[in-house]
């Protein structure tokens, strides 16, 4: 009905249309981000993974939490896979899940808080306490209009927090606080004087940050850091990742979460669905699904990848249209030419675009650093016998690289279709098909 109504509305009146909207949402469900402590994490990339950590480290106050990301849904004990193919759900789908929170018992909600999801006001009328930024680099510029108007709807989401009603909690008034990664350069535009506090979190060597992690080991399936002399561990390799803990360590702290407690709960996540996910079939190679779909989410991937031993590196990868960011597309052909074995290109999320138009750009990328076609260069449509080719040409030692969707449920097609889509399960048949082929 809404989406109907949306569509006969002049583009002037689409701001209070939106806020209406994000209104009658809240209203319905009673207003629920009243009777939370909530939590909003913003940037360009470690959101999911972020939002993920943080939520499960406040639980070790004792307290169920809830969270909204690109990858789950977490109500309580309760979690399932975001199917929606969307960060930021709906305003009337936010509002229901957080009202599902509050029926739960849970005092902390964590809310992955998108762009373009701050652009359709779904962010208004949920009285945020602490906005979380994890870094700031060029993505959906089309959608925005540039890069500026990108940044600016980040912060609008840091405005909106700083600017809402102080909650009362068991007589406790909750500061309106910025939690910020000191080793972005763009963090500082976030620090508005608003905000009843800022807090900054930073790696080895960062200066004046309120908590550190210091001694950080980088192993092949895990890192390892200290933080104020207590030990901490994820089950996830690379540096990205410890900034990720520290985010949702700094979240704890603030809140009053002892910081022993909140490491150990972290130790125990034992991944976060599509995200540096290992598919473990018993094959004698390695395979890894990330999500990972634009050009520096794709260098922190390969940077993580480099404490991962393997021989060659077989990167499936492809990009999505519907106006996404066209301009990345040869780029990140271009970066997996330089820094894979074999690149097979493949289908993403078309919608109404041509397809193959979008793989020859994205193939154009890696022609130009040197791949030649048919030797080290693929390209293959359907992304089924994209992965089944990926796994057929693994070695022992190898490692299989299966990026753009993560754990989505769908590929997105012409006409509004989704073909339900599950990349890690794929991956599974594939290595089974080929292993029990060679057996």
């Known amino acids: 009905m809404f989406h109907r109504l949306k569509s006969r509305i002049p583009g002037a009146w689409l701001l209070p ?11 319905m469900y009673g207003h629920p981000s009243e009777k939370l402590i909530v939590i909003g994490v913003t940037g360009t990339n470690g959101k999911t993974t972020t939002t993920y950590f943080t939520a499960n480290a406040l639980e070790a106050s004792g307290s169920p939490t809830g969270c909204t990301s690109t990858a789950v849904f977490k109500v309580g004990d309760r979690e399932w896979l975001n199917d929606t193919k969307m960060t930021m759900v709906g305003r009337f789908a936010l509002q229901r899940l957080l009202r599902g929170m509050v029926d739960a018992g849970c005092l902390f909600a964590v809310i992955e808080t998108s762009s373009q999801g701050i652009v359709q006001h779904r962010h208004a ?26 940044k600016q709807a980040k912060l609008d989401a840091f405005r909106h927090t700083a600017r809402s009603p102080r909650k009362v909690f068991n007589g406790k008034t909750i500061q309106k606080v910025a939690v910020l990664n000191a080793r972005d350069a763009s963090s500082a535009a976030f620090a508005l004087p608003e905000f009843d506090r800022i807090f ?14 210091t001694g950080i ?14 030990p901490a561990t994820i089950r996830m390799p690379g540096r990205v990742n410890v900034e990720n803990a520290l985010a949702a360590l700094s979240v704890c702290e603030i809140l009053g979460v002892p910081l022993a407690a909140a490491a150990s709960a972290l130790s125990e996540i034992e991944r976060v669905p599509g995200r540096f996910e290992r598919i473990e079939e018993g094959q004698p190679w390695t395979v890894i699904v990330d999500y990972a779909p634009e050009p520096e989410s794709l260098e922190r991937l390969y940077d993580t990848l480099s404490s991962v031993s393997r021989n060659r590196l077989i990167h499936v990868l492809g990009s999505a249209g519907g106006g996404r960011d066209v301009a990345r597309r040869p780029i990140i052909g271009r970066m997996a030419g330089e820094r894979a074995d074999v690149v097979i290109v493949t289908n993403e999320d078309p919608y109404d675009d041509d397809p193959r138009r979008i793989m020859e750009q994205v193939a154009d990328g890696a022609r130009e ?12 449509e359907d992304r089924r016998d994209a992965i089944r080719e990926a796994m057929r040409r693994a070695a022992p030692g190898d490692l299989v690289l299966l990026t753009g969707k993560g754990s989505e449920q769908a590929i997105c097609v012409a006409g509004g279709r989704k073909i ?9 048949k594939a290595i089974r098909e080929v292993v029990g082929g060679r057996s």
């Open 17 to 27: 249309y939106h806020r209406a909207l994000s209104w009658l949402a809240a209203a």
């Open 125 to 150: 009328n949920i009285n945020y306490d602490l906005m979380v930024f994890t870094n700031l680099t060029p993505e959906h510029i089309e959608a925005h209009g540039g890069f500026e108007k990108y």
């Open 200 to 213: 900054w979190y930073g790696t080895d060597g960062t200066a004046g940050a309120d908590l550190v992690a």
């Open 217 to 230: 080991r980088l192993e092949d399936r895990s890192a390892a850091f200290d933080v104020r002399g207590i």
């Open 369 to 380: 650093v040197g791949n030649i076609d048919g030797q080290n260069l693929f390209i293959i």
């Open 420 to 428: 339900p889509w599950d990349e890690r399960e794929e991956a599974r």
